[in-house]
């Protein structure tokens, strides 16, 4: 069942465990107990998350590294115009 132990062993602990920490404390021991191996479980799959995004950022960083070059090769120069600002006149106030 349990590696070596056996449906007898289990019996056992499980009566020193009643004995030990009584009736009433059961569920509560056995709700932190679960919550204990959900955390767990959770943060193994985060773990596993945060590893699987960095690397998706490695790979679009260099991506975006390679791009650029790429882009300035084969872009043709084109000619950049400034469009000025029209001047607009104001009456001088007297004071």
């Given at each position: 069942?349990?590696?070596?132990?056996?449906?007898?062993?289990?019996?056992?602990?499980?009566?020193i465990?009643?004995?030990?920490?009584?009736a009433?404390?059961?569920?509560?021991?056995?709700?932190?107990?679960?919550?204990?191996?959900?955390?767990?479980?959770?943060?193994?799959?985060?773990?596993?998350?945060?590893?699987?995004?960095?690397?998706?950022?490695?790979?679009?960083?260099?991506?975006?590294?390679?791009?650029?070059?790429?882009?300035?090769?084969?872009?043709?120069?084109?000619?950049?115009?400034?469009?000025?600002?029209?001047?607009?006149?104001?009456?001088?106030?007297?004071?």
């Open positions: 069942m349990f590696g070596s132990l056996g449906f007898t062993e289990l019996i056992l602990i499980l009566v465990v009643l004995i030990i920490f009584g009433g404390k059961l569920p509560q021991l056995g709700e932190g107990l679960g919550k204990a191996i959900k955390g767990f479980k959770k943060s193994v799959h985060e773990a596993d998350a945060i590893e699987a995004e960095a690397q998706a950022q490695a790979q679009a960083a260099q991506q975006q590294a390679a791009a650029p070059a790429q882009a300035i090769t084969a872009a043709p120069a084109q000619a950049m115009t400034v469009e000025q600002p029209a001047v607009v006149a104001q009456p001088a106030t007297r004071a």
